[in-house]
């Protein structure tokens, strides 16, 4: 692995950098570290591609992710910064979304996912997720 690292042309990048035109880098440290997130302007409107600095649009509404592993007040700033800078996202652990005021609407997607099936006896099973948009804090931290 490290000889296949040592090939390869790495450019560190931090807050602000440029990747490409329209494309940029934003610092959002708190689920980890060093987490970063893109930022892209897409035909005029930012989209953030936030991670698991937002996993999930329950984020939003909390301030804070609910799996925190580096620092909380870290986290709590990084959603802030996030919301402040884009009104589109794309999580870690949901589906991409837009905020609208108090609103959150789903990109695309539905809001349930039924699964059904027939067993060899002649039954069916069957089994309807529901994706919501919310989700208990975790903010235990258990790396630093």
Not at 3 to 24: P, R
Not at 27 to 35: A, C, F, L, M, Y
Not at 57 to 74: C, E, I, K, M
């Amino acid at each position: 692995m490290a000889e296949m690292m040592g090939k390869m042309k790495v450019d560190t990048v931090s807050e602000g950098d440029k990747i490409v035109d329209g494309v940029s880098i934003i610092e959002t440290p708190g689920h980890t570290k060093g987490h970063m997130s893109i930022l892209a302007d897409i035909d005029g409107e930012n989209v953030l591609l936030a991670g698991d600095a937002m996993p999930e649009s329950g984020t939003v509404a909390r301030g804070l992710p609910y799996n925190v592993f580096w620092d909380v007040a870290d986290a709590q700033e990084s959603v802030e910064k996030m919301i402040a800078a884009s009104n589109v996202f794309y999580p870690g652990h949901d589906r991409p979304f837009r905020v609208e005021g108090d609103e959150i609407n789903y990109l695309e997607g539905p809001e349930n996912i039924h699964v059904m099936d027939s067993t060899e006896g002649g039954g069916t099973a069957s089994l309807t997720f529901t994706v919501s948009a919310t989700r208990t804090v975790n903010v235990d931290i258990v790396q630093k």
